[in-house]
């Protein structure tokens, strides 16, 4: 259980093998770390070194073979599927390096699909339209609201991710390589964007990124190397 009541994540001696045929691959070693609210954290490393494995633990995607991952003082190791289902649906959001928007849907159903999978939120109509019409605005997309993924184009579609990720207002947003698809000038104006939304919302990010303009920007980076922390450097906040 975390103590500090400012760190909204803490990992402990977090071991992840996978089988592999006969063998067990190792893909994280005893990781141990703490994420502050309203981080903006970049988990950086080389291809193999566990940064994805370690998203995905802290999503509740995957599970740890040991140790424990904590996320707002509850302890996801043995959680219930039901109860997983609601911690990622209130408390995370997921931004994707393919955007995984709905091809039927135009930019404002696709932002506003989230809260209608939650029956339990207390949201009237008018409310929600107004906060997806704020998001719309913060994305620079109102132009565009009524237009449908496949007619934006890539840097436009990661806006529309990054708006459903924030839709149901929550505490913690996961980015996996959130520029890998984007050109440079593109994916500097998007690492913008959550920086702004960052500071202005007060949303912890953490970014899994080959990407050194993220790990630049970053107020907090754990750089690791064959599934170990190598570096944990903490910035500080301009």
Not at 52 to 70: F, H, K, R
Not at 76 to 85: A, P, Y
Request: aromatic share 6%.
């Amino acid at each position: 259980m975390a103590e500090n009541k400012n760190v909204i994540i803490s990992l402990k001696d977090v071991h992840k093998v996978y089988p592999l045929g006969k063998t067990e691959v190792h893909a994280v070693k005893g990781v141990s770390f703490d994420i502050t609210k309203g981080d903006f954290i970049s988990i950086a490393g080389p291809s193999g070194s566990g940064k994805s494995t370690i998203l995905n633990m802290i999503g509740c995607i995957d599970t740890p073979t040991e140790g424990s991952v904590t996320i707002n003082n509850i302890t996801t190791n043995g959680m219930k599927d039901n109860d997983i289902t609601k911690l990622r649906h209130r408390t995370l959001g997921f931004i994707f390096q393919s955007f995984n928007l709905i091809p039927v849907l135009n930019i404002y159903e696709n932002i506003e699909f989230p809260l209608l999978l939650d029956k339990s939120t207390m949201w009237t109509k008018e409310e929600r339209k107004e906060w997806i019409d704020y998001l719309i605005m913060m994305v620079g997309l109102e132009q565009w609201r009524d237009h449908k993924p496949n007619e934006l184009s890539g840097g436009q579609r990661q806006r529309v991710a990054i708006a459903r990720a924030l839709v149901t207002k929550p505490d913690i947003v996961l980015a996996d390589e959130p520029t890998a698809n984007l050109d440079s000038a593109t994916g500097e104006a998007i690492i913008e964007l959550m920086k702004k939304m960052n500071k202005d919302v007060g949303t912890t990010f953490i970014f899994s990124t080959h990407d050194q303009t993220i790990v630049d920007i970053a107020d907090h980076v754990i750089r690791l190397k064959d599934g170990l922390v190598v570096k944990n450097i903490r910035k500080e906040k301009e």
